[in-house]
């Protein structure tokens, strides 16, 4: 019996030195909370646990451990790879990288030569314009080797193909279609088709065309890369039939949709280009006569249908695609605007001298509304303004690949004018990086935000766990529990005492019962003494101390039951206590965790504070740079516009001089001349070309007039004679100027959105 | 004329030079925003979403030949916790096999009644609405949970299941 209440009382020892535990705990806190919030939070309120988190002594990357779950290893692996993929491909960067570092530590501690992640990285990393850091990310994967999916060498060559690094995007590519598990379905086609692009734009035809052998032929990823393959037939000057046989079966296979349409014309646009640059002129217009009018080719493809026939010297037929590309589009679309000496001057060369002077005219007007409007708005302030307007259109754009099309600019006249500089790859870059700088300072001021306001929480955290008071309480409840804890003790005590008793674990109704039976014998002999008894009373007096024999019998027979009971009830007792006490004791590890909900965050929010406003400085600091760099740049393209309109406006006057000093020579070389000259057209000549005018006040003066006029017309048709054949000289000149502009234009077009 | 050359080459030579600090600087910068955004991503788990108290919500969608997730509605003991409308670059993506991380909530330990509704269209481009509710057991350890949007082939149907752990 001893014993067992020892043994129950071993764990009351512990309960007598609550301050050792207490010290202990708070010492263990201490050290967790030095070695930073991540690992004291997660323990917290865990009491168990925080003896090995002191002594792990590490802060894990991963928040949580599925490991200790039961988890299994490829479901943990399953899910951080699924969130990096969800996260990557819905433009969640910060969660993107936040997933890849707990994936990439979790297979990294595995050591499995996994190289999923880091090819990930690589891809994230260039997406967001990292290149650097994915350059040595890349080099480090090839040298190191191992093992990742298809889909991860997928992406990787998907950002390498978009950033033009084409080696690189055909050994991903290669990868890719080598790779364990092999790339999924959907991006195999994609993913053949880099692998030609990549190959075509390094200039190897023969290995780009048998890298066709994987594309199906009706998919769209297949006509892109044989238009990638056409380019670099083009460009190596490959056997026409070969390159002619292959645009034909590019645009056979084209589907029918609005993405077909566009890519068969940009096929055919670049087709026509080639042919005539070789010559082939029958050829070209078969190719230009099938582009459509419903896409963004349409203009360039007019434009060079009307170049090529006028080298086929079909006059009267090249002005025809010029006029439905000026009816049809833009007047300041580029096309267009190379168009518009076209006109005159193949009208010229089929000697409609009338109806060349009225489009000269028309021209003339055109070009000097136009070179005054760019003269307006070519201004630092309205470049500042129209740059503004666009940053305020994308502030809802991502940073890095979710961007969309950044090159779709407010619709105002600077637009207008700028239109090929949307074409310029250079500007379309800088742009990007002043917007992902504009996303990076939006997100910066976000994240001021949140830490003041996360500050703010962190205060009212601390002033709430301060007026709750629990120290006060918890001591009280302390104090109750050691009175308790006295109040067992002393039962135990009385336990103890009870086997010595002779009416051990009586009731007090037992107790009294027996006294009351002791009495009864006594009374009787004291009743005999004082009046004589009419019978025998010794009978009486044995019952009744048979009677407490009884009773005492029945109390020695029910002591084991009750003994038992009162055990038993002690132990529930003990049990109750117990649980009591670890309540407690966790209510007070509770409380003194409770610190770390608050603990050591002012300080991490402060220092991170400080790195916001110090990245704050250095991003605004580069958003000006790279502002006004961008203002440069559209004023230098503005600026060469406004040279070349101008240059055209000078041509265009003069031709008109010129159309009109033959004709004036022609009529003075006319025997019939009767001192009135035939203007070619209703409309007097240009003003810009005259002298200043003088009204006529009589017919006399008007005669004299008309004399000194015609005699001023001859000397400035002298005097401009050299001029004008410099004149038709540039304007011939102009028309293969026009035309190569509008090559390169059309090539930059074509160029600018491979594989897209 | 050799020394307007030499200026020239000079000249573009320093303007390359200034390009190429700039693009040093832009990408130090967004160097130094992801290591930033990525401390306050974990701070931020750290400060609302302590590991005892966590439970994250996944869900995924096996095929999705047969339902196309538009929203999705978690309540957890009756309450509305987190509701999200998709866009068509995430159902993209689950459908390519990704991991949506619905979200994370603090939850006590115990028993708790997890409802997830999920409303979209099927195959046939009917409205469909999927929902299951189940009895999880949140521990003093992170609460790991994921919904599967399976395919049911002998209906030509779809359903919800849940694992936790």
């Known amino acids: 019996m001893r014993l067992i209440l020892l043994l129950l009382l071993l764990p009351l020892s512990a309960w007598a030195e609550p301050e050792y535990t207490l010290k202990s705990a708070f010492e263990a806190a201490s050290q967790v909370s030095g070695q930073g919030a991540a690992s004291s939070s997660d323990e917290a309120a865990d009491g168990s646990d925080s003896s090995s988190a002191v002594s792990g002594g590490e802060t894990d990357a991963l928040d949580f451990d599925l490991e200790e779950l039961g988890v299994a290893d490829d479901a943990e692996q399953r899910l951080l790879r699924g969130n990096f993929y969800y996260t990557y491909l819905t433009g969640d960067y910060y969660r993107t990288l936040y997933y890849l570092n707990a994936w990439q530590a979790l297979i990294g501690a595995e050591g499995a030569p996994e190289l999923e992640a880091d090819v990930m990285r690589a891809a994230v990393y260039l997406s967001l314009g990292l290149e650097d850091e994915a350059e040595s990310i890349f080099y480090d994967v090839f040298q190191r080797g191992g093992m990742a999916s298809g889909d991860a060498w997928y992406f990787l060559a998907q950002r390498l193909f978009s950033s033009g690094e084409y080696e690189r995007a055909e050994q991903s590519a290669r990868n890719a279609l080598s790779a364990v598990p092999a790339v999924s379905g959907r991006h195999d086609q994609e993913l053949r088709a880099i692998l030609v692009g990549s190959i075509s734009e390094q200039d190897r035809v023969d290995e780009a065309r048998d890298a066709m052998s994987g594309l199906r032929d009706k998919s769209i990823w297949a006509g892109y890369a044989r238009y990638n393959l056409i380019l670099a037939m083009i460009r190596q000057n490959y056997k026409s039939r070969v390159l002619e046989a292959t645009v034909d079966e590019a645009i056979y296979y084209l589907p029918d949709t609005d993405e077909g349409v566009a890519l068969r014309d940009r096929i055919l646009l670049i087709s026509g280009i080639a042919a005539m640059e070789r010559e082939k002129h029958a050829m070209a217009n078969r190719y230009f006569r099938d582009v459509t009018l419903e896409s963004v080719f349409s203009p360039p493809a007019l434009l060079h249908y009307g170049w090529n026939l006028l080298a086929e010297w079909r006059y009267e037929d090249a002005i025809q695609p010029w006029r439905i590309l000026q009816r049809m589009y833009d007047e300041y679309h580029p096309a267009v605007v190379e168009s518009y000496l076209a006109v005159p001057h193949t009208l010229e060369l089929i000697d409609a001298v009338n109806q060349a002077v009225l489009a000269y005219e028309r021209i003339e007007d055109s070009l000097s509304v136009m070179v005054d409007e760019l003269k307006t708005v070519n201004q630092q302030a309205s470049l500042g303004e129209w740059l503004g307007e666009w940053r305020n259109d994308n502030a809802t754009e991502n940073w890095g690949w979710q961007r969309q099309a950044l090159s779709d600019l407010p619709d105002s006249q600077i637009t207008r004018f700028a239109q090929g500089l949307l074409d310029d790859e250079v500007f379309v870059s800088e742009l990007a990086v002043l917007h992902d700088l504009d996303r990076i300072q939006a997100d910066l001021t976000r994240a001021a935000r949140d830490m003041a306001l996360w500050e703010q929480v962190l205060i009212e955290r601390r002033e709430h766990l301060a007026s709750l008071g629990g120290e006060a309480v918890l001591d009280a409840l302390e104090d109750k529990q050691m009175d308790v804890l006295r109040g067992i003790l002393s039962v135990q005590d009385r336990l103890l005492d009870e086997d010595e008793k002779v009416f051990a674990y009586a009731s007090s109704a037992d107790e009294a019962r027996i006294e009351r039976l002791r009495n009864v014998v006594p009374a009787v002999t004291y009743l005999q003494k004082v009046a004589t008894p009419t019978r025998e009373l010794w009978p009486y007096k044995e019952r009744w101390r048979r009677m407490r024999g009884l009773q005492l019998w029945e109390i020695y027979e029910h002591q084991p039951q009750r003994k038992w009971d009162t055990e038993r009830d002690h132990m529930i007792l003990r049990s109750e206590t117990d649980q009591l006490f670890k309540q407690l004791e966790n209510t007070r590890t509770s409380l003194m965790w409770a610190d770390s909900t608050w603990r050591g965050f002012p300080e991490q929010v402060t220092a991170i504070q400080g790195r916001i406003v110090e990245a704050q400085a250095r991003v605004a600091e580069l958003q000006a740079a790279q502002e006004a760099h961008l203002t440069t740049l559209a004023q230098t393209h503005l600026t060469e516009l406004d040279e070349r309109l101008t240059l055209y406006l000078a041509q265009t006057r003069l031709a008109l001089a010129r159309l009109y000093d033959d004709s004036l020579q022609k009529n003075f070389g006319d025997d019939d001349y009767d001192g009135e000259p035939e203007t070619p057209a209703a409309k007097p000549a240009p003003k810009k070309a005259e002298k200043p005018e003088s009204g006529p006040e009589s017919e006399q003066e008007s005669e004299q007039e008309s004399e000194q006029e015609l005699g001023n017309t001859t000397e400035s048709a002298d005097s401009l004679d050299s001029d004008v054949n410099d004149s038709a000289d540039v304007s011939g000149s102009n028309a293969e100027v026009a035309a190569s502009e509008g090559n390169q234009d059309s090539d930059a077009a074509v160029s600018s959105g491979v594989g897209e | ?165």
């Open chain 2, 1 to 165: 004329m050799r020394l307007l050359v030499l200026v020239g080459v000079f000249m573009a030579s320093l303007v390359h030079a200034e390009d190429a600090a700039i693009r040093e600087d832009v990408m130090s910068v967004k160097n130094a925003v992801l290591d930033l955004n990525r401390d306050l991503y974990e701070l931020e788990r750290q400060l609302l979403s302590p590991a005892t108290t966590r439970a994250a919500f996944h869900i995924t969608l096996n095929h999705g030949e047969y339902f196309e997730p538009l929203s999705v509605e978690l309540s957890v003991d009756g309450q509305a916790e987190i509701q999200h409308l998709y866009t068509e670059r995430q159902v993209k993506a689950l459908r390519m096999g990704a991991v949506q991380p619905l979200g994370d909530l603090n939850l006590a330990p115990g028993k708790h009644d997890v409802t997830l509704i999920v409303r979209g269209v099927d195959h046939l481009g009917q409205g469909r609405e999927l929902s299951i509710t189940e009895s999880v057991t949140k521990t003093s350890k992170p609460l790991i949970t994921e919904f599967l949007i399976v395919d049911y082939e002998e209906l030509q149907s779809a359903r919800v299941e849940l694992k936790y752990w």
